[in-house]
């Protein structure tokens, strides 16, 4: 019995160095002094010292290397520090968690497009928590894919084509609006007109999204038009910049009209052409596909749905 109690405690005991030494050396890191560390931490230097003494006897690796004028993290100290870190502000982030709720609410970690969830999702958040006063959502940017397994999120919210979301290997996917993109401008542009044709487009100063490069060349091909300026203008990472330019008067830009509900209805932003480019692409929940589902995401996804509808 005594010796099957010490190979269970043996297989169960984790390879990694106190949290102490980790908390010594993430200061250490961040400041690289042993001074500043210890003062953060309310700690002697020598205190600080040992920690981090140890912390390289545990790791085998020299995480500092010291110089006349103190320390510097050596290159597997920095390639470490900026994981450790990581780790440190998770953990951090869990406490603080619990201990807002006492353990009664339902926290959800979703990834987000940027500008669907600050354009769509976040002004439509306050009737999640009405409804669900005990899920608290963190949103963190995402625009590819990746390996759940390898994150803290629970769920994604992803624009892409049927084909890019089937490919998405180990998950589900609901399918919540279609993406419909339309020329849009400054009033000014229009001059006057209550809309402007392709070949008028192709003339004027594009706007270009620099996450769909060859979107204005697909816009001006489904017209029949000829644009040789189509590849042209100044580029922008989001669609929440593409706008603002836009609203600007700096040119036309091709943005999915849900994300410009705003700007539409104040005018500062008028649909230069309805002609929508014609695409796969939509918007969607996208969560690991496994049976054990947490209640947070099935409340999250009824009530998205709901909202989408």
Not at 83 to 92: D, P
Not at 166 to 176: H, I, P, Q, S, Y
Not at 205 to 222: G, I, N
Not at 224 to 234: E, K, R, Y
Request: glycine share 4%; aromatic share 8%; proline share 5%.
């Amino acid at each position: 019995m005594d010796a099957c109690y010490v190979y269970i405690t043996h297989i169960m005991r984790r390879n990694i160095p106190s949290l102490q030494a980790l908390a010594c050396f993430d200061a250490a890191a961040r400041h690289e002094s042993y001074t500043r560390a210890a003062q953060e931490l309310a700690l002697t230097q020598g205190a600080v010292s040992r920690q981090i003494g140890a912390l390289e006897a545990f790791v085998g690796v020299a995480l500092f290397r010291r110089t006349r004028h103190g320390v510097v993290l050596t290159d597997s100290g920095r390639d470490y520090a900026s994981q450790v870190a990581t780790r440190l502000a998770a953990l951090e982030q869990d406490t603080l968690d619990v201990m807002s709720h006492q353990g009664q609410s339902q926290t959800l970690q979703l990834a987000a497009v940027a500008t669907f969830a600050t354009r769509w999702l976040i002004p439509r958040l306050p009737d999640l928590q009405r409804q669900h006063p005990d899920i608290t959502v963190h949103i963190e940017t995402r625009t590819r894919p990746f390996m759940f397994a390898d994150t803290p999120f629970d769920a994604a919210l992803y624009a892409g084509t049927p084909d890019q979301v089937n490919n998405w290997a180990g998950t589900r996917a609901v399918k919540l609006i279609d993406e419909e993109v339309v020329p849009v401008c400054s009033p000014k542009w229009l001059d006057g007109q209550t809309s402007l044709s392709p070949e008028a487009i192709a003339s004027l100063p594009l706007l270009q999204q620099s996450t769909r490069p060859m979107a204005w060349r697909q816009w001006f091909e489904a017209q029949n038009v000829t644009a040789p300026q189509a590849l042209a203008g100044p580029r922008f990472e989001l669609f929440s910049m593409t706008a603002a330019a836009a609203t600007c008067g700096m040119g036309l830009a091709l943005v999915p009209r849900l994300l410009i509900a705003d700007e539409l209805a104040s005018g500062t932003l008028v649909v230069a052409c309805q002609q929508a480019l014609a695409g796969e692409r939509a918007y969607y929940l996208v969560t690991p596909e496994r049976g054990d589902e947490r209640l947070a995401v099935t409340l999250f996804r009824r009530w998205l749905q709901h909202a989408c509808a």
